[in-house]
């Protein structure tokens, strides 16, 4: 349920909420010569997404200003990215994201698909709620995939888009998934990808497991490895992500962040769009994750690889350290 998920977050709503006094506190902080950054972060990160709304709304009424203008006005590069993300409401940010991801390019949007596989597998009501205000976000989301991509990567995306996976586990089926999966693929000469593209873009993730499972008794192999054998491109990477998400929406995610700072050079936007997204929905998941995964802790990376508010906000949002 919602509120269990919620608990499992590092960003909570705060319990003495004045929305009209964090206003203030924000308006002081950016008035005048030069910006109060620490009292920015410090309180917006202690705020849950609705709570930032309601400071939004109240900052206009107090200062007939809109806030995240005065906060775009007052911050610049990561780290204004970053506040700017906690001030958009989950939807639209996910939205704009997904949006963002499909016109870059197809091979480009394959690594940022988890932002919309997360909302498709786990979050379908927000995709229907999507899809209730399209108005709002008026050019279809679906129109921009099947204009930038083809095949059966383009199928894959719409079929993920259109939310309709089925619910549960249908037990009478799963041997036969995973039987239709190996005749599709290893025992195959080619591939037949819509087979992969059918059974892994409808099924529940509960299912898909057990699907997995039987696989693996079948065949001998890991799911993983089939499709990286049997698939290629942009459609390989959407299949992994999506075999990822239905075994693990935490280690997906924790796997996402590692890789974003590991090496030369981060990759910024990967960075803020997780630990935005996930902050109130299971950070603690993801960084016990992260720790049973790699060298060392999520926050101890964080603290590793970036400087100044922007590492100070993000460390908030990660909320602790895991020895
Ligand atoms: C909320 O904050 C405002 C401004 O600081 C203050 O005037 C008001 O009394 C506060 N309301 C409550 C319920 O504490
Ligand atoms: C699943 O996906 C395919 C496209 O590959 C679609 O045609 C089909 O109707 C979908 N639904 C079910 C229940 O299989």
């Known amino acids: 349920s919602s509120t269990l998920q919620a608990s499992r977050g590092t960003v909570k709503a705060s319990g003495n909420f004045n929305a009209s006094a964090d206003a203030e506190a924000l308006y002081k902080s950016m008035k005048g010569l030069g910006t109060d950054e620490d009292t920015i972060l410090q309180l917006l990160t202690a705020r849950s997404n609705s709570q930032r ?4 709304a109240t900052y206009k009424t107090l200062f007939g200003k809109d806030l995240v203008d005065d906060l775009k006005g007052e911050l610049g590069g990561k780290f204004e990215t970053l506040i700017v993300g906690l001030m958009t409401p989950p939807l639209a940010y996910d939205v704009t994201l997904l949006r963002n991801a499909i016109k870059v390019s197809a091979a480009v949007a394959s690594g940022w698909t988890c932002s919309s596989l997360k909302l498709i597998l786990f979050f379908k009501k927000t995709l229907k709620f999507v899809h209730a205000c399209s108005s709002e976000y008026d050019d279809d989301l679906e129109e921009d995939v099947s204009g930038d991509t ?8 719409v079929i ?13 089926t799963v041997e036969s998934d995973a039987q239709v999966l190996f005749q599709a693929g290893e025992k195959k000469f080619g591939t037949d990808e819509q087979t992969f593209v059918t059974i892994l873009g409808n099924r529940s993730a509960e299912h898909l497991r057990k699907v997995f499972d039987a696989y693996m008794k079948l065949s001998g192999y890991e799911m993983e490895e089939s499709i990286k054998r049997e698939t290629s491109g942009p459609l390989r990477d959407l299949l992994l992500a999506v075999v990822k998400c239905a075994r693990s929406v935490p280690a997906y995610f924790a796997e996402t962040l590692y890789y974003a700072m590991k090496g030369a050079g981060t990759d910024d936007e990967t960075l803020i769009r997780v630990m935005v997204s996930r902050s109130e929905v299971d950070m603690m998941d993801i960084r016990a994750e992260f720790r049973r995964m790699f060298p060392s802790s999520l926050f101890s990376m964080i603290k590793g690889d970036t400087g100044g508010d922007y590492r100070k906000a993000l460390l908030l949002l990660c909320g602790g350290d895991d020895a």
Request: proline share 0%; no cysteine; net charge positive.
């Open 53 to 56: 709304q309601e400071i939004k």
């Open 150 to 157: 083809s095949g059966h990567f383009k199928r894959l995306l």
């Open 160 to 172: 993920l888009l259109q939310a309709n996976r089925q619910k549960g586990i249908q037990e009478g």
